[in-house]
């Protein structure tokens, strides 16, 4: 049974930076792709950013120059630093992995999915 737990989540104010870490039950090597997703209060689920087994990375226009993805696979795991936090980046952030799919596809859903952690941006 793979277990994914998100972590780091909490208040922060405009502008500022936080860091969310996903801790896998297993070697993250396992996983094709991992990826960041959020889901904003009484909107859909939308992809944050995404990590490939190799290294790639792939984020969601609305982020990019902000938000940075990466692994650590000796720890088995994923971290998302969010800087220059806004308002709209309030969500809950979910941890996802998948040990077949590529990172960009927009067709399968990831298989292996974390509790959430809340962001919570307020001034």
Do not use: H
């Not at 009484?42 to 969601?60: F, N």
């Not at 309030?90 to 590529?102: G, L, M, N």
């Amino acid at each position: 049974q793979v277990q994914l737990a998100e972590s780091g989540g909490g208040l922060v104010q405009p502008g500022g930076s936080l860091s969310l870490s996903c801790a896998a039950s297993g070697s993250i090597f396992s996983f094709n792709a991992m990826a960041w997703y959020r889901q904003p209060p009484g909107k859909q689920r939308e992809l944050v950013a995404a990590i490939s087994k190799g290294g790639t990375t792939d984020y969601a226009d609305s982020v990019k120059g902000r938000f940075t993805i990466s692994r650590d696979i000796t720890k088995n795991t994923m971290f998302l630093r969010m800087n220059s936090l806004k308002l709209e980046d309030a969500a809950i952030y979910y941890c996802a992995a998948d040990r077949t799919r590529s990172i960009l596809s927009t067709s399968k859903v990831y298989d292996y999915w974390g509790q959430g952690t809340r962001v919570t941006v307020s001034s």
